[in-house]
């Protein structure tokens, strides 16, 4: 698994784990289930504390990405369409907010945006 950490970001790092597996969760990288790599080897390889890797795993439960089955291991949970939908709506919310912050601070009027917007639209 492909997990990258880093020390200089804002996020805690099991934030940086979470976020990076429910990525590969929504993007179709990891299926429903496909086994994760145990607590231990993931923390082992990432040189952190286990309890990171837990912490995150348990998090990621929560929120229904994932199962864990004890003595088997943890699993991709089959997706709820409904929720993941919902997480890339979030995400998208989440760049139009930065550039929404990003137009007001060169002067843009809210037309512009939009039609910038409608551009980029046509053009996929």
Known sequence: MN???SN???KPIYEQ???QIKGMIM??????GDPLPSMRLLAKELRISVITTKRAYEELERDGFISTIVGKGSFV???DREFVREEKLKAVENHLQAAVEE???CGMEKEEVVEILNMLFEEI
Request: hydrophobic share 45%; proline share 5%.
């Open 77 to 79: 949970r089959e997706a």
């Open 3 to 5: 997990i990258i950490i």
């Open 103 to 105: 137009a007001r601070q």
């Open 17 to 19: 784990i979470t976020a």
């Open 8 to 10: 200089s970001s804002g």
């Open 27 to 32: 993007n179709g990288a990891l299926k429903p």
